[in-house]
């Protein structure tokens, strides 16, 4: 089992934007849902934002608006746009198969820092 590829983290100031991308295998994929999950410094990892195969999204109140989840089903990838970043969206961003599964193996993240 190949665990997910998390990329596009960086340092951004306050107002700025990233675009994660994911690269999954096509079992992890083929999952009812593809999501991100962002984990804060001294915080238990939270969910962020969900797409289903056919491309319907759910997103969490406080990155309504700001965030944007889609995919690419022919290249097995997800992405997360992120506008208008604040210094409380500090963390190391992960994707994996919503709902998750204790059997799905988890990447090592991507970082995302938000500050002046």
């Known amino acids: 089992q190949v665990h997910p590829v998390e990329s596009g983290g960086d340092l951004v100031q306050p107002g700025g934007s990233l675009r994660l991308s994911c690269s999954a295998s096509?079992?992890?994929?083929?999952?009812?849902?593809m999501a991100w999950y962002r984990q804060a410094p001294g915080k238990q990892r939270g969910l962020v934002a969900t797409?289903?195969?056919?491309?319907?999204?759910h997103y969490i109140d406080s990155v309504k608006g700001r965030f944007t989840i889609s995919r690419d089903n022919d290249k097995n990838t997800v992405f997360l746009q992120m506008n208008s970043l604040e210094p409380e969206d500090t963390a190391v961003y992960y994707c994996?198969?919503?709902?998750?599964?204790?059997?799905?193996?988890w990447g090592q993240g991507t970082q995302v820092t938000v500050s002046s």
């Open positions: 994996n198969q919503f709902p998750y599964q204790s059997t799905s193996l």
């Open positions: 096509r079992s992890l994929f083929s999952a009812e849902a």
């Open positions: 797409v289903t195969g056919r491309g319907r999204t």
